[in-house]
């Protein structure tokens, strides 16, 4: 009775047309992961800064390409993890400036932050050496901080000159002025940073990330890093500005 069952099944399992199960070909998806980087010179631009540490080379894969500029030097373990991973080194080309400035401390808060890293790249272009002293994200904080850090930097004589970025420019240029021989001026024009510079001897721009664009700031800071003070009557006039600020010195 069994036999004859199961007999009986497996003709009806032999009855039925087999099924060929439809297998589609699975869909091909293009994924060209090197077309953006291939059309960029560079994956990590450092040429803002004269040292470059392993610390500048975090996050690199093996074959990264980094910009620094002429002359950089590594620190032992940079040049060991440049060596190791094939890491291409391409050096800046300035282009034509007449910038008078070579050597800036530039600072800014959180409303500065992206104006800051955009300028960095931009004055290492002119072949402005560039000392950071943060802000290092949008995360908010005190823009006096960062003023006062820039602003000893400048009257210690360690660079030629500084930067500043808030919102508005000015907090930052009140904060960095505290700081004796310290001339903030706050600049809103290309007319207005060469004036200050000529006729005020200012030794630190402020700029407002919220008051002019980034290409405006390019040329404002272009324009101060490009003017010096040469004429006695306007040196006469900052003496006397350095005398006040020595007669409140503690």
């Known amino acids: 009775m069994i036999r004859s069952l199961v007999r009986e099944a497996l003709n009806l399992t032999e009855a039925q047309p087999r099924q060929t199960a439809s297998v589609s070909e699975p869909e091909h998806l293009i994924v060209n992961s090197l077309k953006e980087k291939a059309g960029k010179e560079f994956d990590r631009d450092e040429s803002s800064k004269t040292l470059l540490t392993e610390l ?40 034509a ?17 992206q104006y800051k890293e955009a300028l960095k790249g931009f004055l290492a272009d002119l072949g402005v050496s560039v000392r950071d002293f943060g802000t290092d994200s949008t995360e908010a904080v005190d823009y006096p901080d960062f003023a006062s850090e ?11 000159c500084g930067i ?10 009140m904060a960095a002025n505290k700081v004796p021989g310290v001339r903030a001026a706050a600049c809103y ?15 630190i721009l402020t700029l407002g990330s919220g008051q002019v664009s980034l290409d405006e700031a390019k040329k404002i800071v272009e324009a101060f890093l490009s003017t010096r003070i040469t004429e006695e009557r306007h040196m006469r006039r900052v003496a006397k500005i350095d005398d006040i600020d020595r007669q409140y010195r503690r």
């Open 56 to 95: 500048d080379l975090r996050g690199l894969v093996p074959g990264s390409r980094v910009r620094v500029s002429p002359g950089t030097k590594l620190t032992p373990l940079a040049s060991d993890i440049i060596r190791e991973n094939n890491i291409q080194l391409i050096e800046r080309t300035p282009r």
């Open 97 to 113: 400036s007449s910038v008078a400035v070579r050597s800036v401390a530039i600072g800014a808060d959180h409303g500065g932050f």
């Open 150 to 160: 820039v602003a000893k930097c400048v009257a210690a004589n360690h660079v030629e």
């Open 164 to 173: 500043l970025i808030d919102g508005a420019g000015i907090g930052s240029a």
């Open 189 to 203: 024009s290309t007319a207005l940073a060469a004036n200050s510079r000529e006729h005020n001897g200012a030794n």
